[in-house]
């Protein structure tokens, strides 16, 4: 599978509706995505917990309201040719989502204040609104919100993303059972064959990301991985499927 990070964010403003709909374009299996919620308890698309490297703003996402996000450019940061690009909302997101596309919604809950409450009480129910439990994975470097997550819906798809200084001692198998994943996600540069063949042994999906030319895909083909997370999908679904 090859899935977009943050949308085509090589070639786009990541985690816009832009860079989005050039991954729908380039003919990907999977959108990766990153939420946070709002003040006032919204689902955003956006990586960091400041506005400010992404937007013309500044401030945490959590002290902001929708509305208040819904004021900032997301784009000309990149390319002035994208000025006017707003931050998304997850439902935005999924609204644009062809049938059969695969969604990874990766939570980001390092700073907020409020990240035990709500947040996965909000996503579970959004995903089920939308009919979308069969095609979302959820991922997070937070594995006690992935836990909590599990608590509430078992049939939820969950992916623990790898963190070495926590996670160096214990297998692909040993996480993913501690947090109920059904994935198991690294870096290109963290993947060892070790991981894939404990995974595969165990049902466990295997996904790596920062793939991004030729030399990388070959890279982590040779370990058998199941997905390849890229910033340029235009150019990864050519290489992986010729």
């Excluded at 996503?123 to 959820?138: A, I, K, N, P």
């Excluded at 599990?150 to 926590?166: E, K, M, N």
Aim: glycine share 8%.
């Amino acid at each position: 599978m090859v899935v977009a990070h943050r949308g085509s964010s090589g070639t786009a403003p990541e985690n816009t509706m832009a860079a989005f709909k050039l991954a729908i374009d380039a003919g990907v299996d999977m959108i990766e995505l990153d939420v946070r919620m709002t003040k006032d308890f919204h689902l955003v698309v956006i990586h960091d917990r400041d506005v400010r490297r992404t937007t013309n703003g500044t401030g945490f996402v959590w002290d902001m309201t929708l509305q208040d996000l819904r004021f900032l450019d997301a784009g000309s940061w990149f390319s002035p040719r994208f000025r006017g690009e707003r931050i998304p909302t997850l439902r935005e997101v999924i609204a644009i989502l062809p049938d059969g596309l695969g969604l990874n919604v990766e939570v980001k809950t390092d700073g907020d204040p409020r990240k035990e409450h709500a947040l996965e009480e909000s996503l579970v129910l959004l995903v089920r609104e939308q009919g979308m439990t069969q095609r979302v994975l959820v991922s997070s470097f937070d594995h006690r919100h992935l836990r909590r997550l599990h608590q509430l819906d078992t049939d939820l798809h969950l992916g623990a993303l790898y963190f070495p200084l926590r996670d160096l001692a214990k297998t692909p198998s040993t996480i993913a059972r501690r947090v109920g994943a059904r994935a198991f996600i690294c870096s290109r540069t963290q993947i060892r064959k070790r991981f894939v063949d404990d995974a595969h042994r165990h049902g466990i999906f295997v996904g790596v990301y920062g793939v991004n030319s030729l030399e990388h895909v070959t890279q982590v083909r040779r370990y058998g991985v199941d997905a390849v997370v890229t910033d340029y999908p235009e150019k990864i679904v050519q290489v992986v499927r010729h």
